[in-house]
């Protein structure tokens, strides 16, 4: 006969909190290299560009057994005055933006990341296996990653 053994689970900070499965950004188990990389990325940037804008909240990524679990998070706390502020704040830049969005896309924001992407697109990846040279190159180009996409 199988017995079963009694399952532990700590739950991660956050927890009891909104969590929601991110199937878009992370549909599968993800690899300690990608939350290393991606998921840092995605949570440190979706927040620095939540809060350019003056949104009440952003969200961050955390890695739940080996999931994609993004959870929202507040600048500020609701009800305050700065809160308030906040949201005033960026219903009026979202006033200013969304009429020239698609400008702002093509002219803005696009040239800024074509770089990362060519970059990325262009890359021998095969070549990096474990010399020396590949972790320079690894790192020089996770670094920049980072520092244009973060």
Not at 42 to 51: I, K, P, Q, V
Request: hydrophobic content about 35%.
């Amino acid at each position: 006969m199988t017995q079963q053994a009694d399952a532990v689970w700590n739950a991660p900070g956050g927890a009891d909190q909104f969590l929601q499965w991110d199937k878009m950004h992370a549909p599968r188990p993800q690899t300690q290299l990608t939350e290393d990389i991606f998921i840092a990325c995605l949570s440190e940037g979706f927040a620095a560009g939540m809060n350019e804008y003056s949104c009440p909240a952003g969200i961050r990524y955390q890695i739940i057994n080996r999931y994609g679990f993004s959870e929202i998070t507040m600048f500020e706390a609701p009800g305050t005055p700065a809160f308030d502020q906040r949201v005033e704040a960026y219903q009026a830049k979202l006033q200013d933006i969304l009429p020239r969005m698609g400008d702002i896309w093509v002219n803005e924001w696009l040239p800024r990341i074509m770089p990362g992407l060519e970059r990325a697109r262009d890359t021998d990846f095969t070549t990096m296996r474990s010399s020396p040279s590949s972790t320079r190159c690894w790192t020089s180009s996770a670094t920049a990653t980072r520092s244009t996409a973060c």
